[in-house]
């Protein structure tokens, strides 16, 4: 079994629908972010978690809030779900403590706004 | 802030060399690190450099240069299935130590 599992893995929505995707991981990290990919953009950050009940924004946080309630998950919602939101997103979890502090993705969530 | 630059696309043979230079801009450092992307799938950790000189790791070599704020990832003995994006990310110093990413490097390797 993967260690940052994502769910949904697919989702198709319409525009205005409220969405949420959610991470878990079994890696007992304390750190936990949420990037989204864009072709030709790379991976930017949405939201950050140092902790439970910790959050940060990240680059593009903008249409998104997140949620982080227990250490092993941290969903990412999108309130009002919009086109420009069509993206891949992928969870991802670090230990400073641990080897370079490198980050752990998801399998990550393919999301189409229509 | 920071600002990262890689080159988009490459192109190499199987068996040859490739170099992916990855140039860097930030007010602190905290390591640079690869990441290797196949299409459709999560980024996996390559290489971790936070100090001048080159690691190596099996076919895979990464080096850095602070003082020039650049890197490069080189893949020795190209196969078929390195076909993948390369992501070179820098993590700064002096608060969240939050890796940003560069836009990525599409290596293709030809028969």
């Known amino acids: 079994d993967a260690d940052v599992t994502q769910t949904p893995r697919n989702r198709i929505t319409k525009t205005g629908k409220r969405i949420m995707l959610e991470c878990s991981q079994t890696?007992?990290?304390?750190?936990m972010y949420w990037y989204r990919q864009d072709p030709g953009l790379g991976l930017r950050l949405i939201y950050y978690s140092f902790d439970v009940k910790d959050i940060n924004k990240g680059e593009i946080s903008d249409g998104y809030s997140v949620s982080r309630q227990a250490q092993a998950k941290f969903s990412l919602s999108l309130e009002s779900a919009i086109p420009n939101q069509t993206a891949l997103y992928f969870c991802?979890?670090?230990?400073?403590?641990?080897?370079?502090?490198?980050?752990?993705f998801g399998e990550g969530s393919r999301l189409t706004v229509l | 802030g920071q600002n990262i630059d890689q080159p988009t696309e490459m192109t190499a043979t199987e068996g040859a060399i490739v170099q992916i230079n990855c140039t860097y801009q930030?007010?602190?450092?905290?390591?640079l690190f690869w990441y290797q992307q196949h299409a459709g799938e999560a980024p996996t950790f390559l290489s971790y450099?936070?100090?001048?000189g080159l690691e190596e790791k099996g076919r895979f070599s990464s080096f850095l240069s602070r003082s020039k704020g650049y890197s490069y990832l080189l893949l020795k003995e190209l196969q078929m299935k390195d076909s993948a994006s390369y992501l070179c990310?820098?993590?700064?110093?002096?608060?969240?130590?939050?890796?940003?990413f560069g836009r990525g490097t599409s290596l293709i390797v030809h028969p």
């Open positions: 450099n936070v100090l001048d």
């Open positions: 991802a979890t670090s230990d400073l403590g641990q080897g370079a502090g490198e980050l752990f």
């Open positions: 990310a820098v993590r700064a110093s002096g608060g969240s130590y939050i890796p940003t």
């Open positions: 930030t007010s602190g450092f905290n390591g």
């Open positions: 890696k007992g990290h304390d750190r």
